[in-house]
């Protein structure tokens, strides 16, 4: 870059400090340094808010599991099997969330379908079933496993995580879920009476 610009390396390591300690950059230990992507969200923690406008769904994966983060305790998870849908949502064709859903195996194949192609409360109401009540854990955790690749962070990176479980109308079906989002690419707020 010194060559490139006609400076001195100093000037140029200087350069890269400041626009890091401005936001602009990112250095990754091992890996390099890269421009931050500057799209951040905003998203309502709202559930009966409409979908995110100009996003796409992509389906990951549908299997049958137990809940086995220790996070998702905190929201009592049964102890048995369930469906799990995990999917990315991306807007201009870029990931900025991660969503694993859980649903009762006995749940219809339609439905199941549905949950994969597009956002848990859409499907929901689409079938007339309210939610009734919503719990919602923030927290924050390392990327680690399909995250890292989804979203190109390396092992460790910082990731905004909601946790939630829907009890709705319908008594058969509960619906367990984690989303999860790059700290820098997600932000949340929440509104109170």
Not at 37 to 64: E, F, G
Request: include cysteine; charge should be negative.
């Amino acid at each position: 870059m010194s060559e490139e610009f006609g400076v001195s390396s100093i000037t140029v390591k200087r350069a890269l400090r400041d626009l890091q300690a401005a936001g602009e950059l990112t250095a990754v230990p091992g890996k390099g340094t890269y421009v931050k992507r500057q799209q951040r969200l905003l998203r309502q923690l709202d559930v009966m808010q409409p979908s995110l406008q100009d996003t796409s769904i992509q389906a990951v994966s549908v299997t049958r599991e137990k809940i086995s983060d220790p996070t998702m305790n905190t929201l009592a998870p049964p102890d048995h099997v369930m469906l799990c849908i995990r999917k990315t949502i991306l807007t201009d064709d870029a990931p900025f969330m991660y969503d694993i859903t859980y649903l009762s195996p006995e749940i219809d194949n339609e439905i199941v379908e549905e949950f994969g192609a597009r956002f848990v409360v859409d499907v929901l109401k689409t079938h007339s079933i309210d939610i009734q009540k919503t719990h919602i854990v923030i927290d924050a955790a390392p990327a680690a496993g399909a995250v890292e690749g989804i979203f190109d962070v390396p092992n460790g990176y910082p990731m905004l995580r909601r946790l939630y479980r829907m009890e709705t109308s319908d008594p058969g079906i509960t619906v367990y879920g984690v989303v999860q989002a790059p700290f820098d690419r997600l932000a949340c707020t929440v509104d109170f009476p």
